[in-house]
């Protein structure tokens, strides 16, 4: 008899496993803090960007770039890619869409009307860069990425407008029709689902770019014998202060040990996500990148990455950087998230 028990014990075990992975995914919304980090980064990192470009934009973006609108609806045709900016020629028409951009990266910064803003944004930005895709830094590239992807995430619920007009708010009746408490639940059932699917592609994208950056560093001489960061400081490109470039290059063995230290940072990211050692490998990327933007001059890539990284951050910690001493903030029942507490079935018909 304890033979067939045993058996029946380890096939039920799989499905244990599904049903709880099924729950997690679906029961309730992970990293909403570290969602609305990402939202806030990203949205005002853009609007930086475009009001930095403001007295350019029409050598960049507009009708007067080299790039001419004729040869963007050309590459886009050809990539079967989409930009509101080829519309039309008209300067005008390009005026209307630089202030949508500026007025949707601030909406979408606060938290305005999230799920709609987050899809205004997300065009905006395909848009821009897809007017405009051989004049970047690499850090547009990411900003795309993220923007289409945090549509289908919940990162409104925390620290935005949205939130708080939640909370303002008067709560419904605790005491649902069945209808609607049944429609209540699907809908907190697929934000969630979108949510949680949405948060692991930006955990998996942010993995595979510092993998594949590093494993590619890997392959070439110049990282291997550890005068990559030599030859990158003397690149004309890359020097927006050559005095501070010069400084930073008389020290061989520090360029020595940046080389090696950034290479296995990058290769061992992945593998160090489920420990404590991440948080020394995410302090380490944050000083790359900001070395990148300083010595480099390429702040909207560094701002990008280390805005990515939040991703990583648990909500706990979020919260004590945010609030030193406070407690967490729990859900209401305006919030799609929000798990309605089961009812007899005589309430529910009443």
Sequence with gaps: MRRPLARRTLARRPLAAADRAFAFVTEQAVSLHAAAVLRIGYGLLYLAVLLREFPHRDEIWGPGSPWSPALARELLARDGWFSILTLSDRPAWFTCCYALALLASALFALGWHT??????FAVVVTSFHGRAVFMTD?????????AVYLMFTACGRRW???ARRSRTRPRPAPLLRPALRQAVQIRSLLSNTLHNC???VIAAQVCLLYGSAGLFKVQGGLWRDGTALHYVLNLDLFQPW???SRAADGHALLLAVGSYLTVLVQVAFPFTLFSRAKYVVLALLVALHLGIAVLLGLPVFSGAMITADAVFLPDRLLLRIARPGGRGTRGSPRDPGYRLPDLPQSAMGR
């Design 115 to 120: 799920r709609a803003t987050s899809v205004v």
């Design 138 to 146: 690499g850090g547009d590239n990411l900003i795309e990425l993220m």
């Design 160 to 162: 935005s407008l949205d």
């Design 198 to 200: 949405g948060m692991f």
């Design 242 to 244: 050559p005095a501070l």
